[in-house]
């Protein structure tokens, strides 16, 4: 299981990150996830994915501030650059990740 050290140490340790933080019972969480893993894999392959069960770490809602589920927070150089809660499109996350992604990787 993931710890919050180990989610901090990702962090750091990665030049783009997407955390995306949910509850097993989240329906939209579920539909959600395997379409931004896609976005993913096809328009920005250099960047780590990590899902965290909140329902299993406990501590990550607080030291996160999430409110809702899904929350999607989006890492550079260990800084978070943006968040997004319940209500994101991929269209709007692919618009997002874009500049900076390229000017980081291309």
């Known amino acids: ?17 997407v955390l995306y933080l949910s509850r097993q ?41 999430v409110f809702a589920v899904p929350t999607i927070l989006i890492f550079f150089d260990g800084k978070e650059f943006f968040r997004e809660g319940r209500n994101l499109g991929i269209i709007q996350l692919s618009e997002k990740l874009d500049r ?3 000017l980081l990787f291309r």
């Not at 299981?1 to 990150?17: F, G, R, W, Y």
């Not at 920005?44 to 069960?53: G, V």
Request: charged share 30%.
């Open 1 to 17: 299981m993931i710890t919050i050290a180990d989610i901090e140490k990702l962090i750091v340790d990665s030049p783009a990150l």
């Open 25 to 65: 019972g989240c329906n939209v969480c579920r539909e959600l996830k395997p379409k931004i893993i896609k976005l993913l894999e096809r328009d920005f392959p250099k960047m780590k994915f990590q899902y965290i069960d909140l329902d299993l770490v406990k501590e990550a809602p607080a030291r996160f501030s």
């Open 100 to 102: 900076p992604y390229s």
